[in-house]
């Protein structure tokens, strides 16, 4: 028997962005797959995950690396043996580097551990959900199946302090547009959300920066990007209010992305 909610895996959703995307989608009446890869002071650390398992009815929590071919197996296998179906990916972990380094001393260990977990994660990971969601189309053709990827104003922003994250996130906007292409025979939507300035513990290390930049109009809606606003923009998605736009961008950015004189 078919598990009677929708099921939705949301990476790097103990915190941040990911978070505010998991309980919008337990808002829309999801179950949900949590998976995280936290540290604190070098130590695998659970407890962001399971206080958001605990806020969010009807979740399930795995530690995993997603530029890990086998933590990615597992994900997907932890998923079948839950819930039996999957009818939304969200592709949202993501690491910035460690340090900002200029571009011309940039290192090669920084360049392969972001794009690994920004870049070639997700994409083996949509790779191996995509199947199965073929799979299960088949015997339930009406469900409704669909892939979300996170990426950032940074696809197309130069930001020559940290290249490595700017170049995954390029990957990410061609990655949406190749899986859109490739799954719409089999009605399976494939989308882009692009935030701007959002209010995580990502940009908390240059929030004084960019307090700054968002004063002096960087951005036409002056103010920090909430991750809140981000999950709205998913949740339309899982609501099925785009499904006639696959490969669709959505900027989630306060009208960064418009070109102004």
Known sequence: MMHPKPVAIVTGASRGIGKAVAKELASLGYDLVINYFDFKD???????????????????????????????QTLVAFTKQHFGRCDMLVNNAGVSP?????????????YDRVMNINLKGPYFLTQCVANWMIEQKKTHPDQNCRIVNTASMSSYTSSPARGEYCLSKAGISMMTMLYADRLAEYNI??????????MTDMTSVVKDKYDKLIAEGITPTRRWGQPEDVA?????????????STGQVINVDGGFHLRRL
């Open 42 to 72: 070098g130590k695998p650390d659970d407890s962001a995950a399971k206080e958001t398992q605990a806020e969010i009815a009807g979740s399930h929590i795995l530690r995993g690396d997603i530029s890990s071919a086998e933590d990615r």
């Open 98 to 110: 460690v340090k900002r380094v200029d571009l011309l001393e940039a290192t090669e260990d920084s």
């Open 189 to 198: 939507g494939v989308f882009e959300i692009r935030p701007g300035i959002i």
């Open 232 to 244: 709205r923009a998913v949740g339309a998605i899982a609501e099925g209010r785009l499904d006639f």
